[in-house]
């Protein structure tokens, strides 16, 4: 969850970034001296991982949006302005404005237009090869668009970082499960890493789900990729599945063909579905347990053994319990203690 001191963060560097951007003299400036102001700007940054953490994402969305808004037709500022009078969002500092203007334009010196050439490109040059993260709630579907106009779709719980350079493009899928549509550049191979696991695309729509005993299970929907684990380097081809094995889980590679239903069926998330075919119950109630706060128990090991079919909505847990209860005979009460855990178990 974010916090207040993140948006306060974020919110002053987007105003440095504005500010640093002004290479003429500004009396309406707390620092007036354009020179001044960008090294005031550098303490700012080298005071916290997250000052330089937030300056960078500033860079980012602004170089995001003058690609989208090439006229500039969005006022940056009048939106940081608004942002500004919001007393819980921005705290006073002596170093950051309070309100934005539009300074009159008055020719200045050459040191600031030597910094802002130099110094500015140095700090901000690689800001796609720094990891950006992003992730998702438990129950949450996250879309994101990447640089080069890959996407990623992140299901329930997932969290990944993106690293871009010059030459690569690495993901790493750090929990959860994520769809991948990728734009294939041979000067510029697209990775996932999953654990121990590396999966390199060859022009490739595929999924990859990290589970919570380190195995990684690749699914492709389209193209083919190549895997490397602990057991070697295989490829995969659209319509086929593998699991393989973590550092400390040995899991021999098999590919497994997929019918289309089957592909269909295993992606059933995007639509926030979640279809069985013969899964046994425990595999069913894991499943559930990824996409909802309340959590489901089996304290009956002889139910966890039964197999069931339907598709249900990904947080209807209560429907899920419901057709338990009728077509199963399966009783779930609360756990003694805990609203957010119910117990399974037969009548």
Known sequence: MRSRENDEIEARACEWLIRIRDLEYDACDPIPDPCKRFESFLVWISQ????????????????????????????????????????????SDSSAPSTFHTPARRPWSVCATLLMLVLVPLLFQSVGSWPLSYDSAIGQQVWVRLEDHSTVELNTGTHIHVRYGPHSREVTLLSGEALFDVRHDPHRPFRVLSGSTVIEDVGTKFDVYLHSDDTTTITVVTGRVLVSSTTGREGLDGGQTATVGGPNTHVPFRAINLSSREIKRRLSWQLGKLT??????????????????????????????????????????DGFIEALETLFNVRATPMPGSSKVIELQRR
Not at 56 to 81: E, K, M, N, T
Not at 293 to 317: C, S
Request: glycine share 6%.
């Open 48 to 91: 916290s991982t997250r000052h330089l953490d937030a300056a960078r994402g500033a860079a980012q969305i602004s170089r995001g949006l003058r690609s989208i808004d090439p006229h500039r037709r969005i006022d940056l500022q009048a939106l940081l302005v608004r942002r500004s009078e919001n007393p819980a969002v921005l705290a």
């Open 276 to 317: 069985f075919e013969g899964e046994t119950l425990a595999e069913a109630v894991a499943e559930f347990n990824r996409y909802n706060e309340r959590r489901l128990v089996i304290q009956d090991p002889v139910i966890a053994n039964m197999r069931l079919g339907g598709t249900f909505r990904a947080h209807d847990l």
